[in-house]
């Protein structure tokens, strides 16, 4: 990681675009109806695995060559600018390492005929190769645009274009399937291009879409915004714009930092290992300890923009963000409430026994047990109320304990003494606490035992024993007795 001494986050993702000097001046020019599909697929190889190795990047072309390309979108039919923006493209990306690119076409091969429409015309024309960028050239030139526009098919059948990820070896790189998808129009087929979407996620198949609709009716547009992110694209520009984030997302990574904020807005927590999470499929795409760098920021971070994540600083409980994306090419605080203090369990003043006593720690007014800590042990925790049960015997319940920012809060639980039970035959009975003229039940007694040990917290106490061979409920046996921190009591019968 890079330690850096300037942050920076520009709003406007327009402006953030045209600063941009990643891509050539081409691009201004290219103008076309796109709907932008990018899919995922982690497979065995993580983020997190592999991390000497940069990430190999297969890229799915998949192409519209339906009839209605031949529309004019300015002084152009719409398949020109699209021919020349993809030509344009692999000029751009052939010999680019840890790249492989396929292409798919639709609506290219069976005409539409006295209104009947080929819905299985959908071909993988050239798959996935490291020198397929020629092919792909010969392919694009010669294509007339004839058939229909099968888009929801066309993306199903897309997941089984890509090499399957079983025989990466773990460990070996992460593996990035994108999905390009380039359009004049929407579904054309009576299905659901949203349904495939959700089945493939199912299968755990990332999907994140950028759609871009030029000159498309509003229930047009409607149909498509449920696929993902839709942009109108009403001018050559705000296509070019587009254009470079997914390609920008496609290929490169972006720098980041998580910012742990306290409850008084400052990104000052660390020390606490983080998750960054698949939004889409809960896969791990990062896991690390957050840190500090040497200017007292947190430290730099190197994301994979193309994802959408899911953040969890494992404090107690879990710190959690939904649904964080980051721009490419543009630095990116990521903020996550995480406020915290530090609970100290200690013991009471005596002579030590080394027994090691937990407490139960759960949120105020809930069951649901957060953690056991161990008394004599510090632990930070979120910012709230808390309720302890500590498991001595009896059990010690100290309710509504406030943890405050960046302060300890002391919980002092008195040292245990010791009650040695010596009966002279076996018998039964029980141990009660006495509470003024209440009894309150702790402990039965364990009727085969020659003896008993129990570790209690101060206190005073009865035990009651009767013998097994006693039959007469009048030879049943009562002793007080009190305990005293660090110190040991026997109890004869």
């Given amino acids: 990681m890079v ?45 997190q695995d592999g991390a000497s190795l940069p990430p190999l990047t297969r890229m799915l072309f998949v192409f519209d060559a339906s009839n209605s390309m031949n529309g004019f979108w300015g002084d152009k039919p719409r398949i020109d600018v699209a021919r020349e923006l993809l030509l344009r493209s692999l000029d751009e990306l052939e010999g680019q390492p840890d790249l492989e690119l396929a292409l798919r076409v ?62 990466v070896r773990k460990g070996e790189r992460a593996i990035r399937n994108v999905i390009i998808l380039i359009t004049d129009g929407i579904e054309a087929c009576d299905e659901d291009p949203c349904a495939v979407s959700r089945a493939l996620q ?95 920021i947190p430290d730099t971070l190197s994301l994979d923009p193309i994802f959408t994540y899911r953040v969890v600083a494992h404090t107690l409980p879990p710190s959690v963000r939904e649904n ?63 309720d302890l049960e500590v498991l001595t015997m009896p059990r010690l319940f100290i309710p509504d304990v406030v943890i405050e920012q960046g302060r300890t809060t002391d919980i002092v639980i008195p040292r245990t003494g010791v009650l040695n039970i010596q009966p002279s035959t076996p018998g039964d009975g029980a141990l009660f606490l006495k509470k003024g003229d209440l009894l309150e039940w702790v402990a039965d007694l364990d009727h085969s035992a020659q003896r008993m040990q129990l570790r209690l917290l101060p206190g005073a106490y009865l035990v009651t024993y009767r013998s097994r061979g006693a039959r007469r409920t009048e030879l049943s046996l009562d002793q007080e007795v009190v305990i005293e921190s660090g110190r040991s009591v026997v109890v004869n019968f």
């Fill in 3 to 47: 330690a850096i001494g300037t942050l920076f986050t520009v709003t406007g993702e327009e402006r953030d675009l045209m600063r941009t000097k990643q891509f050539p001046s081409w691009l201004m020019r290219a103008a076309s109806l796109v709907l932008m599909l990018t899919l995922f697929c982690s497979g065995d190889a993580k983020a």
């Fill in 202 to 296: 199912s299968k755990g198949i990332v999907l994140k879409p950028f759609v871009i609709g030029v000159g498309l009716e509003d229930a047009e547009k409607y149909s498509l915004r449920c696929i993902g992110n839709f942009f109108d694209a009403e001018t050559p520009e705000v296509f070019e714009h587009v254009l470079k984030i997914v390609l920008t997302q496609a290929l490169n990574s972006t720098t980041a930092q998580v910012s742990l904020m306290t409850t008084d807005g400052k990104p000052t927590e660390t020390d606490v290992p983080v998750t960054l999470y698949d939004q889409k499929n809960g896969t791990v795409r990062y896991h690390f300890v957050h840190t500090m760098n040497d200017r007292g």
């Fill in 106 to 167: 639709y609506g290219h091969r069976s005409p539409i005929s006295g209104g009947v429409q080929d819905c299985d015309d959908t071909h993988l024309e050239v798959p996935f190769s490291a020198n397929s960028a020629p092919d792909m050239r010969s392919v694009i030139r010669g294509l007339r645009c004839v058939g229909t526009t099968p888009i929801a098919r066309s993306l199903e059948r897309s997941a089984d274009d890509f090499p399957s990820t079983q025989k």
């Fill in 324 to 386: 964080v994306t980051v721009k490419p090419g543009v630095h990116t605080i990521i903020t996550v409430d995480a406020g915290m203090g530090t609970l100290d369990l200690k013991s009471g003043s005596g002579p030590s026994d080394g027994y090691t006593v937990h407490s139960i720690v759960r949120r105020s007014g809930e069951l649901k047990t957060l953690h056991a800590q161990a008394i004599g042990s510090a632990q930070r925790y979120r910012v709230g109320t808390y």
